[in-house]
């Protein structure tokens, strides 16, 4: 079964500040199709709330914190983001919620695929129906 992950990028330190990036196919699994970033989330809201057929993601904070719950059907656990040198691979087929998001959060999230919405799954009962049969036809 494919996993979320914790993957830790470059830390490049310079006493006139530090760097990191990451790179298609490198640091992250896939090539990047599409790239958007969260802010201004007011307090106690969630974003996401869904999962994705064929997409994977990236997401890294690059200010602030957040926490993301990732669910495979049958078990959820939570990744809190709060560097900037390391995000969160959310592979396809995983329930992914965030949460937790203090004041002035910036969070970039890159994608490896362009925007479809019928890539999405919406339904949460319907998500643990899918992975119910996934699991029955192992």
Do not use: C
Not at 59 to 78: M, Q, R
């Amino acid at each position: 079964m494919k996993e979320a992950q914790i993957i830790e990028l470059p830390k490049i330190l310079d006493p006139r500040g530090n760097l990191s990036f990451f790179e298609s196919n490198n640091q992250i699994p896939f090539e990047i199709k599409r790239t958007y970033w969260i802010y201004d989330v007011p307090g106690g809201e969630i974003r996401g709330g869904h999962a994705f057929k064929e997409q994977n993601e990236f997401i890294v904070v690059l200010s602030g914190s957040l926490d993301v719950a990732v669910f495979n059907g049958s078990e959820e656990k939570k990744y809190s983001l709060n560097r900037s040198y390391y995000g969160l691979y959310i592979p396809n087929g995983l329930w992914r919620r965030m949460e937790n998001f203090a004041t002035n959060t910036l969070a970039l999230v890159v994608s490896s695929t362009s925007y479809d919405e019928k890539d999405y799954i919406r339904d949460k009962d319907e998500f643990i129906k899918l992975k119910s049969k996934e699991n029955d036809s192992i």
